[in-house]
């Protein structure tokens, strides 16, 4: 059985994880009211999704 030979530090840790990063999520301008959306997604602003009205929301 494999056993490291010396305890890894904290630099060469860190060091390995820096690109263990959270990105920021992808937007798109919904097609009806150009407010901020998430792609493939219903615009809860205005309830369109592809051009379509799904949801009816009350302002």
Known sequence: MA????K???SRKRKRRTHYKISAPTLTECSHC???KLPH???MNCGYYKGKQI?????
Request: glycine share 6%; charged share 40%.
């Open 34 to 36: 150009g407010e901020p």
């Open 3 to 6: 056993v490291p030979k010396r």
């Open 41 to 43: 997604n219903l615009c």
């Open 55 to 59: 949801l009816e929301i009350k302002k």
């Open 8 to 10: 890894t530090s904290k």
